[in-house]
């Protein structure tokens, strides 16, 4: 069975350090990078491709700002933030809300849906 690859990039080094303690003797995950700076998550993601980002959380009431786009470029990524001196975790990933409409049984009808896609609003009669 594949690893569940994890990159680490929590600041301070101690809590960084303290994940990585964690993780190392579970035989099924693998820490495949840590980061010690922000501004090399994205970097990191990109080379690393984790299933799972372990990183600090500043606000227990706010996304922290670089989820979002690191989650549309890999919706595949799942991020635990953490922040130990209020005792809260929170877990993030992306989703994909699935939309469907009826189209005609027929040639036309896929040809239609097919050349809908080029169109803005994709809807298909």
């Not at 690191?70 to 929170?90: C, E, F, G, H, M």
């Amino acid at each position: 069975m594949k690893p569940i690859r994890v990159l680490v990039a929590n600041r301070p080094r101690v809590i960084r350090e303290l994940m990585v303690a964690a993780i190392a003797d579970q035989p099924d995950i693998e820490v495949v990078g840590e980061v010690d700076d922000e501004s090399g998550i994205v970097r990191a993601v990109d080379e690393t491709r984790p299933d799972f980002l372990i990183v600090a959380l500043d606000r227990h009431d706010a996304l922290p700002r670089f989820c979002q786009p690191i989650l549309q470029a890999y919706p595949q990524l799942k991020i635990i933030a953490i922040a130990p001196d209020r005792n809260t975790s929170v877990f993030y990933w992306a989703s994909l809300q699935v939309e469907s409409n009826p189209i005609e049984a027929s040639e036309t009808g896929v040809l239609n849906a097919l050349r809908s896609i080029r169109q803005s609003g994709m809807r298909v009669q």
